[in-house]
């Protein structure tokens, strides 16, 4: 089984993007997913989750009001929209599937937000 991010690149202060966890190999329905960052020289942080069991969204502080997570069950896919990025959301973002007995992360996305 895998995870696999997509859709990091460069953005102003201010901009937008939209990243994507692909699953394969895994019951898509049955993991909560999420995503993490670490930002240069910081530790792994928690981003946001999306709880398989009911659907129950949980976001770090720090993003609350302008990310949002999302998941597409028929894609095996899960989204974190991103808004209003700002120099401290710099960062290579994982995605995590996470079960009662396995989890799996990505290999990372770079987001990189200039002024």
């Known amino acids: 089984a895998q995870v696999v991010e997509s859709g990091g690149g460069l953005v102003q202060t201010g901009g937008s993007l939209r990243l994507s966890c692909t699953a394969s190999?895994?019951?898509?329905?049955?993991?909560?997913m999420a995503w993490f960052r670490q930002g240069p020289g910081k530790e792994r942080e928690f981003v946001a989750s999306?709880?398989?069991?009911?659907?129950?969204?949980y976001y770090a502080d720090s993003v609350k009001g302008r990310f949002t997570i999302s998941r597409d069950i028929a894609k095996n896919t899960v989204y974190l929209q991103m808004n209003n990025l700002g120099l401290g959301d710099t960062a290579v973002y994982y995605c995590?599937?996470?079960?009662?007995?396995?989890?799996?992360w990505g290999r990372g996305t770079q987001v990189a937000v200039s002024s």
């Open positions: 995590n599937a996470m079960s009662d007995c396995d989890t799996f």
């Open positions: 190999g895994l019951t898509f329905n049955q993991y909560t």
């Open positions: 999306h709880v398989h069991k009911d659907g129950s969204t």
